[in-house]
Antibody, heavy 116, light 107 residues
Framework: QVQLKESGPGLVQPSQTLSLTCTVSGFSLTSNSVSWVRQPPGKGLEWMGAIWSGGSTDYNSALKSRLSISRDTSKSQVFLKMNSLQTEDTAIYFC??????????WGQGVMVTVSS | DIQMTQSPPSLSASLGETVTIECRASEDIYNGLAWYQQKPGKSPQLLIYDASSLQDGVPSRFSGSGSGRDYSFSISNVESEDIASYYCLQYDNLPYTFGAGTKLELK
């Protein structure tokens, strides 16, 4: 069955770079897109960006300058890298896979705290 | 970027009541709209896609409608398990954008 699991450091210092991995199973990255969505504590959802089946990427306009999404299809992994982190980047980060356009399958999420 | 204005921010309902949430897009999104339910500590769950199509396994008391810029989501006969936050998402245009969410509480 389709599964996604996020992993990465729970704590990142301000101004540092966040690196997260989404490990997927039950589907191929060359046939499906994966998006990243984040949610600050007690707040709403924010679509961050996606890597499409062909390998191209799209990003949230507000994060574009700091964000990079890539993948390793042989390892069924998608990577998120975001630099210049600030406290406002404290959030739960989810990776998702779309079905019929809309993000359908979601990982459990990983909490990232930006603090010194 | 397309802005999604979701209302109301919160809603209080009695069991068995029907509730409606609305999302307005800043431009036509051609039915590229989904609705999600999120319970505390859980990942969002897709309920409706393409504005009105019910995701497999989702109870029929959930429904979506709309076109152009204006969309609505309804829950008929609210049950206690429906207490959650609900979000709309437009995926017609990149970047995708979410509404701010609606928190449904029991009256």
């Amino acid at each position: 069955q389709v599964q996604l699991k996020e992993s990465g450091p729970g704590l990142v210092q301000p101004s540092q770079t966040l690196s997260l991995t989404c490990t997927v199973s039950g589907f191929s990255l060359t046939s499906n897109s994966v998006s990243w969505v984040r949610q600050p504590p007690g707040k709403g959802l924010e679509w961050m960006g996606a890597i499409w089946s062909g390998g191209s990427t799209d990003y949230n306009s507000a994060l574009k300058s700091r964000l990079s999404i890539s993948r390793d299809t042989s390892k069924s992994q998608v990577f998120l890298k975001m630099n210049s982190l600030q406290t406002e980047d404290t959030a739960i980060y989810f990776c998702t896979r779309s079905k019929l356009g809309a993000p359908h399958y979601w990982g459990q999420g990983v909490m990232v705290t930006v603090s010194s | 970027d397309i802005q999604m204005t979701q209302s109301p921010p919160s809603l209080s309902a009695s069991l068995g009541e029907t509730v409606t949430i609305e999302c307005r897009a800043s431009e036509d999104i051609y039915n590229g709209l989904a609705w999600y339910q999120q319970k505390p500590g859980k990942s969002p769950q897709l309920l409706i896609y393409d504005a009105s199509s019910l995701q497999d396994g989702v109870p029929s008391r959930f429904s979506g409608s709309g076109s152009g810029r204006d969309y609505s989501f309804s829950i008929s006969n609210v049950e206690s398990e429906d207490i959650a936050s609900y979000y709309c998402l437009q995926y017609d245009n990149l970047p995708y954008t979410f509404g701010a969410g609606t928190k449904l509480e029991l009256k």
